[in-house]
């Protein structure tokens, strides 16, 4: 049976008093790649640090392609580890060339064996031409590339990659995306990315992790996390949600799109209904009755800013292409189903 290239089990860590990670246990199979998303302070990045060795595990344990590597008062360096790093300032050494930096961890191997390995690494991230340069001649990708080549130079059982994207303008960063993904798929190393962008997790990743203040609050697919959110964190911080509120009666709730389902909540409890702008289609009178406010092309899709007639609610449809009704025209809304979730209620009635 083949070992997990990851296991993080029970962990926890505080700075100065304070849980920044409490009991998050997890596992990646090998060659898997797994995001691990939350907002800013969540803990992610001190979960990362945890499973690198840049921190020490004060409960729980970590273990690397079968090998427990940390417990409390026990922790494998780094560099002992099998593991490669990729910061989000990529950490490139600015006195050495491309070739040098690629060949950095590569000490225990011969010169030639080394500098062989290195401009392999090279040409797998298409910088073979480059390798003579240093880092500052080198555009952002091209650093990211470097970056990433110095890490899978070693042949790690585990890659992991702090928000390795963020330092990048949005026009470079999706180009950077697509070729770090191919190189991540071709190398089969398992990888752990760490990010605050869904929508970045939801493309690079197989599985999401979402974490909130220091606890996994979901471990699931792309697809799963998107359609099954268990809470109305992870639908929130997924996209912009339009929110109705409700009281459930026998066990589920009106709004002026129907009864919604609300399954495992007690009747008068209050509830969110959350509707993705997706979930909302423009349609003919028998849909609920709303006037268009405002409309917002994007190009590929549209923003329609509605007002609800029966209860003054502001809500946003996002429909596909640039065509949509005049702001002041009447319209009919109807909600996909599958795009409303119904969770108790955790703020004051709101868009949003």
């Not at 997890?26 to 790649?33: D, K, N, R, V």
């Not at 340069?133 to 070693?154: D, F, I, K, T």
């Not at 993705?276 to 994007?298: K, S, T």
């Amino acid at each position: 049976m083949t070992e997990p290239a990851l296991v993080l089990e029970k962990v926890s860590h505080a700075y100065d008093g304070v849980r920044a990670v409490a009991e998050v246990s997890l596992a990646m199979a090998p060659g898997e790649l797994v995001s691990l998303l939350g907002p800013s302070g969540c803990g992610k990045t001190t979960l990362l640090r945890l499973a690198a060795g840049l921190e020490p595990v004060q409960e729980g344990r970590v273990a690397i392609a079968g090998r427990e590597v940390a417990r409390p008062g026990v922790s494998v360096p780094p560099e002992g580890r099998g593991v490669g790093l990729v910061f989000q300032d990529y950490a490139l050494f600015p006195h050495l060339r491309v070739i040098d930096n690629v060949a950095f961890g590569l000490h225990r191997l011969p010169a030639a064996a080394r500098r062989a390995r290195a401009m392999a690494m090279l040409g797998r991230v298409g910088l073979a031409a480059l390798s003579e340069r240093y880092p500052h001649a080198l555009s952002g990708g091209e650093q990211q590339r470097v970056a990433l080549a110095r890490a899978l130079a070693p042949r790690p059982a585990l890659l992991l990659l702090d928000e390795p994207f963020s330092g990048l303008d949005i026009r470079l960063r999706d180009r950077v995306r697509d070729e770090t993904l191919a190189i991540l798929q071709a190398s089969g190393t398992a990888t752990l990315i760490v990010t605050h962008d869904p929508e970045e997790a939801m493309y690079m990743a197989e599985r999401i992790v979402v974490m909130r203040a220091g606890r996994l609050m979901q471990d699931d697919t792309p697809l799963g996390l998107y359609s099954r959110p268990a809470n109305a964190f992870i639908a929130r911080f997924l996209s912009r949600v339009n929110c109705l509120h409700a009281t459930v009666r026998d066990g589920t709730v009106e709004s002026p799109f129907g009864c919604f389902a609300a399954d495992g909540i007690d009747d008068g409890v209050r509830v969110d209904v959350l509707i993705r702008p997706e979930g909302l289609r423009l349609g003919g009178a028998d849909g609920a009755a709303a006037r268009v406010l405002a409309v917002h092309p994007l190009g590929h899709s549209t923003i329609v800013v509605l007002r609800l007639e029966a209860t003054g609610a502001e809500l946003r449809a996002r429909i596909a292409g640039a065509r949509a009704p005049a702001p002041g025209c009447r319209v009919g809304l109807v909600v996909d189903p599958a795009q409303a979730f119904v969770f108790p209620c955790t703020g004051p009635v709101a868009s949003g």
